[in-house]
Every structure is written in structure tokens, then in C-alpha cells.
């Protein structure tokens, strides 16, 4: 069974820092990329970044770049998302995610929260 457990979220001022974790089990991590999505109040969700199964390759969302990195460690199946200057506008869900043998999974989420 696959399962997606993230950590890290909490309240932060802007300008702040965050490190996202995501503990996967049920799947072999290093086949597969990862990535992470994010979801506002009353919007859509969106993809925030992801990351190759060797972590070579790393992409982010525009709004993201240069101040969010993606990284992982396959020994420890976990992603990770290191979250810098935040923005009242970051606030949201962030959600882990894994396409496995063409089946999405999802985690449960974690609440983020920018805000003075």
C-alpha cells in the first residue's frame, strides 16, 4: 500500500523559512519522481516542483524559482522541500504526490501558513 506522509508545515512571518518532508513507504521511491503540489483556499491546486528518481532533474514552478528546492533521499524514501523567503500568497496545503504504475497518490497534506 502506497502511503505519503508529509511534515513540516506550521506558521511562519514572511520572509520566513520552511522545510517540507515526505516519508513514502509502499513503493520502490528510487524508481519513481516526485513531486510536490500546493492548494490556496478556493483554488486550484498546483504543481510546486518536482524531482527525477535519481534527483538529477529538478524543476519548479515559475512563482517558486529561486526561492523553493526540491530534493530527496532515496535511502531514506523522503522528499523534501526547502522553503525560503516566504510570501503571504505561499499559504496553502502543500501536498506530496507520486504517479505509481499510472495511479495517482497523494498525501494528506500539510498547512502552511505565511502571515505576520
Known amino acids: 500500500q502506497v502511503q505519503l506522509v508529509e511534515s513540516g508545515g506550521g506558521l511562519v512571518q514572511p520572509g520566513g523559512s520552511l522545510r517540507l518532508s515526505c516519508v513514502t513507504s509502499g513503493f520502490v521511491f528510487s524508481w519513481y519522481t516526485m513531486r510536490w503540489y500546493r492548494q490556496a483556499l478556493g483554488k486550484e491546486r498546483e504543481l510546486v516542483a518536482s524531482?527525477?528518481?535519481?534527483?538529477?532533474?529538478?524543476t519548479y514552478a515559475d512563482s517558486m524559482k529561486g526561492r523553493f528546492t526540491i530534493s530527496r533521499d532515496n535511502a531514506k524514501k523522503t522528499v523534501y522541500l526547502q522553503m525560503n523567503s516566504l510570501k503571504p500568497e505561499d499559504t496553502a496545503v502543500y501536498y506530496c504526490y507520486a504517479n505509481i504504475k499510472l495511479n495517482n497518490n497523494w498525501g494528506q497534506g500539510t498547512q502552511v501558513t505565511v502571515s505576520s
Open positions: 524531482i527525477s528518481n535519481t534527483g538529477d532533474s529538478t
